[in-house]
T-cell receptor
Framework: KQEVTQIPAALSVPEGENLVLNCSFTDSAIYNLQWFRQDPGKGLTSLLLIQSSQREQTSGRLNASLDKSSGRSTLYIAASQPGDSATYLCAVSLNQGGKLIFGQGTELSVKP | DTGVSQDPRHKITKRGQNVTFRCDPISEHNRLYWYRQTLGQGPEFLTYFQNEAQLEKSRLLSDRFSAERPKGSFSTLEIQRTEQGDSAMYLC???????????????FGPGTRLTVL
């Protein structure tokens, strides 16, 4: 059974700091991995999607990497801003078009 | 592209009542997913459709839950005889899937928050 774990559960950093969020999964036979952002009481916003054949994806200040063999992904946020404060979720898909299996999320707080 | 929309955004009901939620996917998307999220947890998969066909249901989806997508466009999720444990955020997502498109990125709506008193 695929399980997704995110560490840490919560993180507080000062503005301007670079940071890394971690995601691990137990079964390396994934199809793709998505990172999402969720603001309190809101839906999920897709940040990055990495196909299983890819090693990383970048969007602005965000960079996501994938190491299937070790069952790990990281989300790197450069020069963090208070507006980055949110919960970040990673999710894996086991097959084409199938369901996503989510981690519990990392709650990020960026202090001015 | 207006995004995924869900209605209502909030629903408060008494235990034992039936509730129905609606999801309108991104217009060209053929796959539609329902998830449930409780406080402090990641979303959990409930069911998904390709066009009007329901392709997978989670064991979380008890007999009190039913989902439909009658014309392959919008979808409804009905919960009968609600229980306090049904209180959660119900999220809908959609994606565009074909045999030659490998991304299948899922886009989520704002969710419907259900409170059962």
């Amino acid at each position: 059974k695929q399980e997704v774990t995110q560490i840490p559960a919560a993180l507080s950093v000062p503005e301007g700091e670079n940071l890394v969020l971690n995601c691990s999964f137990t079964d390396s036979a994934i199809y793709n991995l998505q990172w999402f952002r969720q603001d309190p009481g809101k839906g999920l916003t897709s940040l990055l999607l990495i196909q299983s054949s890819q090693r990383e994806q970048t969007s602005g200040r965000l960079n996501a990497s994938l190491d299937k063999s070790s069952g790990r992904s990281t989300l790197y946020i450069a020069a963090s801003q208070p507006g980055d404060s949110a919960t970040y979720l990673c999710a894996v898909s086991l097959n084409q078009g199938g369901k996503l299996i989510f981690g519990q999320g990392t709650e990020l707080s960026v202090k001015p | 592209d207006t995004g995924v929309s869900q209605d209502p955004r909030h629903k408060i009901t008494k235990r034992g009542q039936n509730v129905t939620f609606r999801c309108d996917p991104i217009s060209e998307h053929n796959r539609l997913y329902w998830y449930r999220q409780t406080l402090g947890q990641g979303p959990e998969f409930l069911t998904y459709f390709q066009n009007e066909a329901q392709l997978e249901k989670s064991r979380l989806l008890s007999d009190r839950f039913s989902a439909e997508r009658p014309k392959g466009s919008f979808s409804t999720l009905e919960i009968q005889r609600t229980e306090q444990g049904d209180s959660a955020m119900y999220l809908c997502a959609s994606s565009s899937w074909t045999s030659v498109v490998y991304r299948n990125e899922q886009f989520f709506g704002p969710g419907t928050r259900l409170t059962v008193l």
